[in-house]
């Protein structure tokens, strides 16, 4: 099966004018132009298989609002070729409509005024989805959304965990292949945020919807996303998973040791004394070769160790360390 979507080399560049200060300056501007290029997309590839669900990740900046839009047909590539559904999306942009969802955080799709179900109803008609599966779809929505209490209030009264649940369900009404979100989850609070991330990893697992988020929110990341492409400057600098990016750039496991009083000092050749809280030490493991056994082991008994706790790094510390790598020699890739 051919990837559902794929980008060999793609880039945007947008002119910019150099605008020239003062009112001499805005005199010569109307007489003689001057242009910046700015690469907001610099030679992209990669290649996204039905069924995925890929977070695109970046700082500010960084182009991935600009790729996006180019997915979406929203935007024409300058340079590159890409493909949604095995079509080219400026070129085929009401044909691919009919088959993707879109989500844009600082932006509603739902008509102010009306009540939900009103906006739903609408895009019924505006999709042609028959009677019956539009029943079944608006049924499942309001049910994993828990949209019952507030889909026939008008969107204005809404707050915004239920308006983002509600544009959510709106661009999933047609049965989209692929569901493009962008910042999904901004100004949630957590049991909001909570929802829309086990509901999309229900759409994406159950019913295969191919999924594609840029969000700022690295949870979102870690909760919905196996694979991660990362860009900045508008270039690739990682594609592949979140697991694979912890391993290329060392585990540094946390491991807390409690005794039942202070043993004192105790030296490990496993693992890295980072703070000594008397009967609470802490350590760094950095070689993912050693395990918790191998430091257990050269503790031995006789100390009163009463509790282990062992952390994985979070994806925050995964992707800082990521940046900071990059920024001292160039970038990593995989």
């Known amino acids: 099966m051919p990837p559902i979507i794929s980008a060999r080399n793609v880039g945007k560049t947008f002119h910019q004018l150099k605008r020239r200060p003062g009112f001499s300056g805005a005199l010569k501007n109307l007489f003689s132009r001057d242009y910046t290029d700015i690469h907001a997309v610099n030679g992209i590839s990669f290649a996204i298989e039905p069924g995925e669900a890929v ?28 493909s949604v559904l095995g079509r080219t999306p400026h070129a085929n942009r009401m044909r691919n409509a009919a088959e993707i969802g879109v989500v844009f955080g600082q932006r509603s799709q739902l008509w102010w005024d009306l009540p939900v179900h009103d906006s739903f109803a ?12 539009f029943a079944d779809n608006l049924a499942f929505l309001t049910t994993m959304l828990d949209m019952a209490g507030f889909i026939d209030r008008p969107v204005r009264q809404l707050s915004l965990g239920q308006r983002m649940r509600a544009e959510i369900a709106l661009s999933l009404l047609h049965d989209p292949k692929i569901l493009f979100l962008d910042e999904p989850t901004i100004g949630l609070d957590v049991v ?4 829309v991330r086990k509901f999309l990893t229900r759409v994406n697992s159950e019913r295969g919807t191919t999924i594609i988020l840029t969000t700022h929110d690295l949870v979102d990341i870690e909760e919905i996303c196996p694979r991660l492409i990362m860009v900045d400057d508008g270039k690739l600098l990682f594609d592949g998973e979140l697991q694979h990016l912890r391993a290329s750039l060392g585990s540094r496991r946390r491991l807390t040791l409690e005794f039942g009083t202070d043993p004192g000092p105790i030296a490990l050749t496993t693992a890295t004394l980072s703070r000594d809280e008397g009967a609470a030490k802490h350590y760094l493991l950095e070689n993912e070769a050693i395990s918790l056994i191998d430091v257990l082991n050269e503790v031995g008994r006789g100390h009163g160790l009463k509790d282990v706790k062992l952390e994985e790094p979070d994806i925050e510390e995964v992707i800082r360390t990521f940046y900071q790598n990059k920024a001292r020699n160039g970038g990593v890739r995989a």
Not at 55 to 82: D, F, H, Q, V
Not at 122 to 133: C, F, K, V
Not at 192 to 195: G, I, L, S, T
């Open 122 to 133: 609408l895009n019924r008609h505006i999709y042609d989805i028959p009677e019956a599966r």
């Open 192 to 195: 909001a945020k909570d929802v």
């Open 55 to 82: 977070g695109y990740l970046g700082p500010n900046g960084a182009g991935k609002s600009t790729m996006i839009k180019m997915m979406t047909g929203i935007l024409t590539p300058s340079a590159g070729e890409l």
